[in-house]
């Protein structure tokens, strides 16, 4: 590549990859998603330009290097997705745009290794730890300052639909009281940042925390404490839990550590989960968050048991959860898990690509004795299954990097191998 091109094209490459970890932090069910300033069309038409660009840019590397085999598998997977739609729902426009247009375009760009001369997937999981990082930091100020010791007042309201029509308290436009919780007989505000929900938040900040403290070259003690302290102020049992094991995990690798005191130290976190677990199971009520998440698994074998290859269509989960659900919960129709979706709108068939991605990166990594990216991937799942992004972008960049791995790399990893 000649000098004179080499700046302009940095400057191109650091533009895609702060737009699609931008794009993937607000897919993640963000106020300024749900209440239209940014809405869930104008970030997949971002994503979509994005990705042409750099397919324009680099057309020349990305269709003339051996890339038989990588655009037959793009395409078999594509034609699989499309056919199964047709068989279910007919030719929906959206659903091809937002899902199938999409992971083809992440696969191609997380094929094209040879443009960033590292591996993309990473990349974007770094600066898309980074713009979190960030984030977290300003929540954490406002949550305090505002939200707790009322020293910075709201400086208006925002409507969005989430479940139902709502107006929470804006600060600034850059953080919002969207979700209360009631706690030992007080009542405050859960962390929730730019988002609708505290557990949404805390998926964001866990993926960076698990990020931050098995991929990247090197570990930020600040940044890993930042990360895990945010965490633990969206009173999110999930995310404290999977940050807890990323913790005690990476310990276990440390070679200078006393393994004693990290037994001890593991034995006092499954005592404090377990004694969390067990209040929740005899003092939830049926309509508690926990009992949903249990209801919405019951949902998942219900429906599998009597849609099992193709589901029951392309957004129609509400009519998946009045057939199926406690009458108690009423108009709470929404999933609780990344695997609600996929298996009761689509099936097996559907849940192939999810199921398909994991294998292959495990088998890779186990491979190669990547621990490092195993765990991570291992706590990803955990994530996932208590989360609901199964459709999201962050979802489908990691079905695509699994699905890469079908094809071998030349080139080095750039995150650590243990």
Known sequence: MNKVLYVPLRK?????????????????????????????????????????????????????RDSKKKWLIILGLGVYQVSHMILRDGFNKWFIIKFILCLMGLLTLLWADDVWGDKPFYKILCVFSKLVLGLAIMSLLFWLLGQILHIIPATGTVHYIWGSPRAVDSFF????????????????????????EAPMFAFVLSVAFLNTIFLEKKTKPIKLLILFITICTTVSATGVIVSSLAVIIKLLQVKHINKICVCIFTGVCLLVIGAAFGYKMTRGSATSSFNIRVQDYEIIVKSMRDKFFLGYGYERYDEIVYQYMDPVRKFDTGGSNGFFYPLTQGGILFFIPY??????????NIKEKNYSELFFWGLYLVLFSASIISLKLISLLFIAQGITSLIPKEAEPCMRTD
């Open 12 to 64: 191109i490459n650091s533009f895609i990859i702060y737009i699609i970890a931008a794009c993937l932090i607000l897919n993640c069910n963000s106020v300024y998603e749900l209440s239209g300033m940014i809405s869930e069309k104008i970030v997949y038409a971002i994503i979509f330009v994005v990705i042409c660009l750099f397919c324009c840019v680099y057309r020349k590397m990305i269709f003339e």
């Open 355 to 364: 199921l398909l991605a994991f294998i292959l990166i495990c088998r890779k």
């Open 173 to 196: 436009g850059l953080h919002f009281s969207a979700q209360e919780i009631s706690l030992l007989g007080h009542v405050f505000y859960r962390n929730t940042g730019i988002f609708t």
